[in-house]
């Protein structure tokens, strides 16, 4: 490797978010799982969350994650609440990605805290677990499908 390619891996680590990181709660289709470690990858956040009630799902056939899963660690856990309980442990604030009524704009959260962002699935959306348990956030898409 060469010298110059050395400094910007390690400029490129310098710039992660540590203290940022996602948690999907049932995910279950992998190219999803890939592009959501895709994009943790492009905006620096080190580790991902995963729990699926699907056996074989979370961390299979990440071909389509085009490498982010060398960047990004998965955890998986046995239950939403299992990661939740860990992440609180450590301090962190928890929100769930949602567009209820109720949600808080994803711009008024201080996010110089740790802070993780709960995905939901595709079809059944968030867990009512993980919804009693955290905050909410809606993030507002500009696309003209929603």
Known sequence: MTSERFQKIKAVLNKR???LTVIVD????PHNIAAIFRSCDAVGIPDLHGFSSHEKIV????????????????Q???????????LKSKGY???????SDNALDYRTVNYTKPTAI??????GGLSEVILNEVGQIKIQTRS???
């Open 76 to 86: 998986v856990h046995d239950s939403i609440t299992s990661i939740s309980l860990q």
């Open 118 to 123: 709960v995905l939901g699935a595709e079809l």
């Open 93 to 99: 604030s928890i929100y769930a990605a949602n567009s």
């Open 17 to 19: 978010q540590p203290d």
């Open 26 to 29: 049932n995910v279950n289709k």
């Open 59 to 74: 961390g299979v056939n990440l071909k389509s994650a085009s490498r982010s899963n060398n960047w990004v660690k998965l």
């Open 144 to 146: 003209k499908l929603y």
